[in-house]
């Protein structure tokens, strides 16, 4: 069950097909990269050299991207990643919140992932451990 605050129409999920992956990837990254730099998430060295793939799947977005030298790039091309996730919106802030784990999320079938399965382990263990700042941890608390 998607959480009502975060409902989508469907219409932008059609948009978000639409866009260029590339472009989405790119802003998806400069994300991930702002992050790493304020030193709110660091990729363990596991990661090095691995592909990924999160799809919001309520927007239609998919962002790839890769790890090489402990920073985040995206991936121009169509290649299949080593390991992908999807979800929701609202399963997402979730996960990134600390409000719900990827377990209980997976065995709910709320999040999909699919790939390599060890890489799958170490990405949950790493997003389960990794410290969330106070306002990440606010993000959307006050949204009805």
Known sequence: MSDSRFAVPGLVARLGRRLPAPLVSLHFVAGLELARRLNWLSPPPELEGR?????IEDLGLCSRFTVRGGVFRPMWNREACEL??????A?????????TDADTLF????L???GDTELGLIVKNWLDAAPRPAWLERLGAGVQ
């Open 51 to 55: 592909s990924f793939a999160i799809t």
């Open 84 to 89: 992908e996730l999807g979800a929701g919106v």
């Open 91 to 99: 399963e997402l802030l979730a996960l990134m919140r600390g409000e």
């Open 107 to 110: 065995f709910q079938r709320r």
């Open 112 to 114: 999909r992932i699919s």
